[in-house]
């Protein structure tokens, strides 16, 4: 994929170009009255599904990345007044309601936000009545980033959704629009076109000319109006295209104001910063670049610095992964140009050496590498006995003309009272021998602690690779360094043996193959899903009948879009539920969450309830937090338990909890059945629209099933504009690691 972009094109159109029938040109943006944008474009002519998307960052990258303002573009015109449609309840709403209050905050009026991507300046905050600490006519007066000056203190509690007025777009606020259409032959949305406009902000420039006119003219011809209405109208004419020019002037003074500066300006300023842009990973994420330009190249070369690069440049959070392979180069443990560290013990009738493969002989393949990101398979380590005999293979030697044994500059280090693996792979090339491996360790000094450990043995094979393993050996007291040896036994004269994929773990048991001394990135979803088989489409798995019901099983018939089942409890009681364990370590102390369920039921005298009932890392029981009473009825609806009943502690994981018990349950009639589906249960104050590993977002290419699973096993993840950032990280990261580091990028699987 390309990274040329705006920077050498000169446009932010670089790409395929739509087919005719698709075309949306000319589309134009442009400010029609004090926070209001007229849009326009000529309507497609073929294509059965078209959106128009706003976003306040940068022009919308994927399908999914802004407020969806229509479906209907056949009338080839849309009049933006701030408002949207709402994913949750797929309504047109005037607010904004998905930001959240990140910690308590105590009469302040500067607070931190988890987003304040669509938040301008003169939003009102709506006061709620389960927050009595917001006053009424509290009005944002300042954004940065994730900070919001207030004009009034505020007091809630953390984790507190906010809701804004958006009853006309930010004065001063630049929009961004893009048309989407979807392409049924390949399942996929294509963009057709951008437009951007300022939201004009009011100078009271109108008022400002009529008061300067004298009075003979702005006497009012009829005497019960206190100004001539005519006279005024006419001069705001001129005052708006004023307010027009003075309100872009006012945006360009700004020009490091990275969150509020025309992104039309960002490639250029990118650029000043030694980024190039990139149109495929969009505005948003060029602005958090240069917002972090400084700390990029402070700490390049570090973790810190990596995690830093890869959340700016793609949007993701990264874990970066303990080492798994502790041999010190990559040829020590795949022999790739060299044999690093191994030589001879004794030189005496055998030899070894590096190559690329021997006849059908070829390198071992790491299983274990996300794809694109095998062990570099171009060398092994072949032994050759001229004489025949036992011999004996070993770490720790320099790679100097004269080999020189010395564990302590050579040897591997380790911890004493820990546990290590050693093992390799093996080849025989016409007959099969016993290969052992076994472990010695050296003290600080590189004097000799333990010659042997219990040398672990197998024959090798002469039709495919074989794992010679020794495991679960403890570094002695005194321990410093660890020399691993391979021993080949009762060779024949000119008989050749071959080695590749030697690994040195730390841990009980020895792992699946890595590269030596690799740096593991693990990228952490925007969205996760934590429920396993949320809607059904399967089976049952995963849930349990906690009382009152005779079964539960799946039955045709979901709540939403691209669900075709749900889940039934057929009473027999009158109060029944049905219970998930969620994976451990999936909650974290203080955060808040949500959970969500569609039900139905066909007695509308029957009321539904949810529960989370935390736990600690043991299964003990901490506090249980629920919402109950909620009205059920004949078609499926949507219930929530969030923390927004004014609970300072409701719904915010209690302290030592790492995983919880959800629970969805009915009280009611006792002979009526209950439907379930779409159950999401994610960090967040608010119930957020439903997805899963396979619906819920139209770019299916952004979510998937945790670790390769599938719906009735694993959790759900959401990456935004996956496709491109996973096709660009590879090129990039290399600039922000020590050079020539072992590095893989791992995408929907646990940090491990």
């Avoid at 953390?158 to 777009?169: A, C, E, K, V």
Wanted: glycine share 8%; net charge neutral; with cysteine.
């Amino acid at each position: 994929m390309t990274d040329y972009g705006s920077k050498v094109y000169g446009s932010f159109t670089y790409g395929t170009t739509p087919l005719t029938d698709l075309t949306v040109d000319p589309f134009v943006a442009y400010p029609s009255n004090y926070g209001v944008i007229k849009l326009e474009w000529a309507p497609p002519t073929g294509g059965s599904q078209f959106i128009l998307v706003r976003n306040a960052s940068g022009f919308p990258i994927t399908a999914d990345d802004g407020d969806l303002l229509t479906t209907n573009l056949a009338t080839g015109s849309w009049t933006d007044t701030g408002s949207y449609i709402d994913p949750v309840t797929g309504s047109v709403t005037t607010s904004y309601s998905a930001t959240t209050v990140n910690k308590q905050v105590i009469n302040e009026t500067k607070i931190k936000v988890v987003d304040a991507t669509n938040i301008s300046v003169g939003q009102l905050i709506l006061p709620s009545s389960n927050f009595p600490g917001i006053q009424g006519n509290t009005l944002v007066t300042a954004v940065s980033e994730t900070t919001i000056t207030l004009n009034k203190p505020i007091s809630i509690p953390g984790g507190t959704p906010l809701t804004f007025s958006t009853r006309s777009l930010g004065p001063g606020k630049t929009y961004y629009y893009s048309i989407f259409a979807y392409i049924s032959a390949s399942s996929t949305w294509v963009k057709l076109g951008d437009a951007l406009a300022v939201s004009v902000k009011d100078y009271s420039t109108a008022s400002l000319m009529y008061k300067y006119l004298p009075e003979v003219y702005t006497f009012p011809a009829d005497s019960s109006y206190s100004q001539n209405t005519d006279l005024f109208n006419f001069l705001r004419i001129f005052a708006f295209e004023y307010d027009l020019f003075k309100t872009m002037a006012e945006n360009a003074t700004h020009r490091y104001d990275v969150d509020n500066l025309d992104a039309r300006l960002i490639p250029a300023l990118l650029n000043e910063f030694g980024f190039n842009y990139e149109s495929s990973m969009g505005i948003r994420q060029a602005r958090k670049l240069l917002k972090y330009a400084a700390d990029i190249y402070l700490t390049k070369g570090s973790i810190a610095g990596i995690k830093k690069f890869i959340a700016a440049f793609s949007g993701y959070n990264v874990e970066i992964g303990t080492l798994k392979n502790l041999f010190l180069t990559t040829n020590c443990a795949s022999f790739e140009t060299g044999y690093g560290y191994w030589n001879l013990v004794s030189t005496t009738n055998n030899t070894i050496s590096s190559v690329a493969s021997d006849e059908s002989i070829i390198p071992y393949a790491e299983s274990s590498s996300p794809a694109g990101y095998p062990n570099l398979r171009t060398g092994i380590l072949k032994h050759t006995s001229t004489t025949g005999g036992t011999y004996t293979i070993s770490y720790g030697y320099s790679t100097d003309a004269t080999p020189i044994f010395n564990p302590v500059l050579y040897g591997i280090p380790v911890k004493a009272g820990n546990d290590y693996c050693f093992s390799v792979y093996s080849w025989a090339k016409t007959t099969a021998r016993l290969i052992s491996v076994n472990t010695k360790w050296y003290d600080k000094d590189g004097k000799v602690i333990l010659d042997s450990m219990s040398a672990s043995s197998s024959n090798n094979s002469i039709s495919a690779w074989t794992l010679i393993d020794q495991s679960n050996r403890r570094a002695p007291a005194n321990a410093v360094y660890a020399i691993p040896q391979i021993t080949i036994t009762g060779t024949s004269n000119g008989e050749i043996h071959y080695f590749d994929a030697a690994l040195f773990n730390a841990g009980l048991n020895t792992i699946t193959y890595a590269d030596s001394r690799r740096i593991d990135l693990y990228l952490q979803p925007n969205r996760v899903n934590q429920v396993k088989n949320p809607s059904f489409e399967t089976n049952t798995t995963s849930w349990t009948i906690l009382s009152g019901a005779s079964s539960f099983a799946r039955v045709s018939g979901g709540a939403l879009s691209g669900s075709s089942y749900s889940g039934r409890l057929t009473a027999n009681a009158s109060n029944l539920a049905i219970y998930q364990t969620l994976s451990s370590n999936t909650v974290t102390a203080g955060e808040a969450y949500a959970l969500s369920a569609y039900v139905k039921s066909a007695n509308s005298s029957v009321t539904a309830y949810l529960t989370v009932e935390w736990r600690t890392s043991a299964g003990t029981s901490i506090r249980n937090d629920t919402i109950s009473d909620i009205p059920v009825t004949s078609s499926f609806s949507r219930i929530s338990l969030v923390p927004i009943d004014g609970n300072a502690t409701k719904m915010i994981a209690p302290k030592d909890a790492t995983s919880a018990y959800i629970y969805i349950g009915f009280t009611g009639a006792s002979d009526n059945t209950y439907d379930v589906d779409a159950v999401l249960f994610e960090k967040t104050s608010y119930a957020d629209f439903y997805f899963d590993g396979t619906t819920g977002y139209r770019n299916t290419d952004d979510i998937l099933w945790e670790n390769g699973g599938n719906n009735t096993n694993a959790r759900s993840l959401y990456y935004k504009n996956k496709v491109s950032s996973i096709s660009r990280l590879p090129v990039v990261i290399p600039e922000y690691l020590p050079v020539w580091s072992n590095w893989a990028l791992f995408t929907g699987v646990p940090t491990s």
